[in-house]
């Protein structure tokens, strides 16, 4: 693959930053088609999407039931700068989907955060790219990605919890935008009272010589017996790898292993509601 300067500048940037914002990532076209599929997906596969929170609702294991979104994962726009900042390597990890619904419920349960790993002292492991398209538009009134650009590098010894205001970038963009983040800048969703309804897909993208970083979204058939040579060679080759990051993209090991990954985030959810409120007992 040769690469443009325009390409390489914009590696460039996210190196530096931890954040790059491609605003036109995906055409109006496949705005509609991705919209489409979310909305077949929906109707077709009600018991996938979990309500995580008042705004949140989310899929994380689409890939094996429709292969309508396999296009974003592929897009030449983001392929061809992912190649520069992770080589010829670069791998699909985890694939999902994201409906921030109106609410005036403005916490986030999640907060500012760093992605795969919690924990502080370990999160110069946290090796990976998420790439989130935009399918809705997002000004300053609606729920957005906000991102501390330079925690990757620079300012990686920052705990999220003594973030000053004004360290944060908001990202806003029209429908089709992509945002590049290193997975260890610190982020949150934030939230707005007047929101429109934001659709968001999550696609983050790894190394395939190093161990999986999350195992919450399966790699079928169709994906890894894939042989197109405008492809990276490598980019489903985690289909099979069972050495996973010890973190959140890492299944409790305690559960029936057949049961969904919806079915399983329930599960998960269910015991952190009982553990906060044992703790709130005493
Ligand atoms: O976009 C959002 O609302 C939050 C995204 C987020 O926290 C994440 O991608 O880890």
């Given at each position: 693959m040769s690469s443009t300067h325009e390409t390489k500048q914009r590696a460039e940037e996210f190196n530096r930053r931890g954040l790059l914002v491609l605003p036109g990532a995906l055409s109006p076209a496949q705005v509609a088609a991705a919209n489409a599929a979310l909305d077949r997906y929906r109707a077709d596969f009600p018991a996938e999407w979990i309500e995580l929170s008042d705004s949140l609702c989310q899929t994380v294991d689409l890939l094996p039931r429709t292969a309508a979104l396999d296009f974003t994962i592929e897009n030449p726009a983001a392929l061809d700068i992912l190649r520069l900042i992770l080589g010829e390597d670069v791998a699909l990890e985890e694939f999902s989907a994201m409906i921030r619904q109106p609410t005036?419920?403005?916490?986030?349960?999640?907060?500012w955060h760093r992605d795969i790993i919690r924990d502080y002292s370990r999160r110069m492991e946290i090796n990976a790219v998420s790439v989130v398209y935009y399918l809705t538009d997002v000004s300053e009134r609606d729920h957005c990605l906000s991102v501390v650009p330079e925690t990757h590098g620079r300012l990686v010894d920052l705990r999220p919890e003594e973030l000053k205001p004004g360290q944060e970038v908001d990202i806003l963009g029209p429908a089709g935008t992509a945002v590049f983040f290193h997975a260890r800048c610190i982020h949150t969703g934030k939230l707005k009272p007047d929101s429109r309804p934001r659709r968001t897909l999550h696609i983050y993208y790894g190394s395939a010589?190093?161990?999986?970083?999350?195992?919450?979204s399966q790699i079928p058939e169709r994906l890894h017996a894939k042989r197109d040579p405008?492809?990276?060679?490598?980019?489903?080759?985690?289909?099979?790898?069972?050495?996973?990051?010890?973190?959140?993209g890492k299944k409790p090991r305690d559960v029936d292993p057949s049961m969904s990954a919806a079915e399983m985030i329930r599960v998960v959810q269910q015991r952190a509601k009982a553990k906060a409120a044992a703790a709130k007992r005493g």
């Open positions: 005036k419920n403005l916490d986030e349960f999640k907060g010589s190093l161990p999986r970083t999350s195992e919450w405008a492809l990276p060679p490598r980019l489903y080759a985690k289909w099979n790898v069972t050495r996973i990051v010890e973190g959140t």
